[in-house]
């Protein structure tokens, strides 16, 4: 009986501190290019790159709202997503995230990007997308 009351107050401390994960580390996300890139040739994927600024609100929207989704993550997992802040919320630019808008040639937020494991541009939409829009995105459809 002891062990089953630990283990339902270990669960019970535990839950709200998974939950509590951001949904931008469910689906596996990279936080730079060439992890992402090592990652997409191991398991033959591409990779969806979303570049955001922290003081975007569609980037925010996106991060909160679309990409914790059932659809959204069942997109997410037939991709390696990497996520790149550009810009923090003092507009302050982020070395790699600056890199990636100049090498893209990025001009808003959030610019989402399919490219390839070598780094080729598939695809590309700018602006947020609601699930079904992301995951038709993603899909190339």
């Known amino acids: 009986m002891r062990i089953a009351q630990l283990a339902a107050a270990l669960l019970a401390t535990t839950l709200p501190i998974i939950a509590a994960v951001p949904a931008s580390h469910s689906a596996g996300w990279e936080h730079g290019l060439a992890a992402a890139q090592k990652r ?4 033959k994927k591409l990779i969806f790159m979303d570049l955001w600024a922290e003081w975007c609100g569609p980037c925010q929207m996106l ?12 997109a997410l997992a037939k991709v390696v997503p990497l996520s790149i802040m550009v ?6 630019p982020n070395k790699e995230g600056k890199q ?3 090498r893209f040639k990025l001009n ?3 610019t989402l990007l399919v490219i390839d494991a070598d780094g080729k541009e598939l ?7 609601d699930p079904d829009s992301l995951a038709k995105f ?3 459809k």
């Not at 991060?63 to 069942?74: C, D, E, G, L, S």
């Open 40 to 43: 997409a040739k191991a398991e």
């Open 63 to 74: 991060q909160k709202k679309v990409f914790p989704t059932p659809t959204a993550q069942a």
């Open 87 to 92: 810009e923090s919320l003092d507009g302050t």
């Open 100 to 102: 990636l808008a100049d």
């Open 108 to 110: 808003a937020y959030p």
């Open 123 to 129: 695809r590309r939409n700018v602006g947020a997308l």
């Open 138 to 140: 993603i899909a190339g």
